[in-house]
């Protein structure tokens, strides 16, 4: 009788985590927490411009394609050739911001993320509207295309960067700080299920298969495109399961309706949190080894790019 009471009102579990805010202090945020607050809209509020300035201005050099205005070979088209190039070369400041200790000094490492960011959108951008959206010569065509290679590769790593960080700018998310976060949830669960074994042993049946590693990369991509349907269909099954069981329980322990369902939705509560961090865990694992391969291939891309490049200008310069 005792250790199911003790099952049903689960100890407090609490793991320090910067994945999850500290709500110790109730509902007040410290100056610290609205500053940040502030800088992420900001910076979000600074992509969205960002991106409707670009639009807007491939959308304009679309449409005065025809008409002149901007030739490669000469004039604003030409400049734009150039400063678009040169911003493509500039990204390597970032890798060597990060290697380089003579560079460490300039400015945050963040500040140069932003930078490489900023630069790696800007500048193709710049050289599509240089080319006026043709391809012309065979030098041309294939630096042209090279660079329209590696801007669709940035933008996937920017996607994987996004899924492995607390946001574009944020701090790297902590696999095994988030792996540890799921355990104790399963665990806190497991505490207030315990009154029923067949639903505690149905969520660590979950557990061991969610932490599995991927047998492959197929089997990697099908565990992300199912993940928030899997774990939707075990919620969804414990708690229709949960009703009966705690309406079973509530019956032999003489609990009135409001205290049954007061338990029931805590108990729901704690297993919506921990099969959303589990979700957490699996999808933070596919990504970071997706973003280790992105890392592999993108290098020689770029290195492509840099060699076409400066050969379509040695060539348009000598020939």
């Excluded at 607050?37 to 050099?61: K, M, N, T």
Aim: glycine share 10%.
């Amino acid at each position: 009788m005792q250790a199911t009471a003790r099952s049903l009102d689960a100890p407090r579990i609490r793991v320090r985590s910067s994945l999850a805010p500290n709500k110790s202090h109730g509902t007040s945020r410290t100056a610290g927490e609205h500053a940040r607050a502030l800088r992420g809209v900001a910076s979000q509020a600074g992509s969205w411009l960002l991106w409707i300035v670009v639009v807007g201005a491939l959308y304009f050099g679309w449409t005065i394609r025809d008409e002149g205005y901007i030739t490669a070979e000469s004039g604003l088209g030409y400049a734009l050739g150039i400063v678009g190039g040169s911003l493509m070369l500039l990204l390597l400041l970032y890798p060597l911001r990060k290697r380089l200790r003579s560079m460490r000094r300039w400015l945050h490492i963040r500040h140069w993320f932003r930078i490489h960011m900023l630069f790696g959108i800007l500048g193709p951008v710049l050289v599509v509207l240089h080319s006026g959206f043709r391809m012309g010569s065979t030098n041309g065509s294939v630096a042209l295309i090279s660079m329209l290679i590696v801007a669709i590769s940035g933008l996937m790593g920017r996607y994987f960067y996004t899924k492995i960080h607390h946001g574009l700018y944020g701090s790297r998310a902590s696999f095994e700080e988030l792996k540890l976060s799921s355990e104790v949830g399963m665990l806190r669960v497991g505490f207030m299920l315990d009154f029923s074994p067949a639903l505690s042993k149905r969520v660590q049946s979950f557990h061991a298969a969610a932490m599995t590693p991927s047998a492959n990369f197929l089997h990697g991509i099908l565990r992300i495109l199912l993940m928030g349907l899997w774990t939707r269909m075990v919620y969804l099954s414990i708690s229709s399961r949960l009703n009966h069981a705690l309406t079973l329980e509530a019956q032999r322990r003489g609990w009135s309706g409001k205290v049954r369902n007061e338990k029931g939705r805590t108990a729901k509560r704690h297993l919506a949190g921990y099969l959303a961090t589990a979700r957490k865990v699996v999808e933070l694992n596919f990504y970071e080894r997706l973003f280790s391969l992105w890392h592999v291939l993108h290098t020689p891309l770029f290195a492509m790019l840099v060699i076409t490049g400066i050969g379509h200008v040695v060539a348009v310069h000598m020939y």
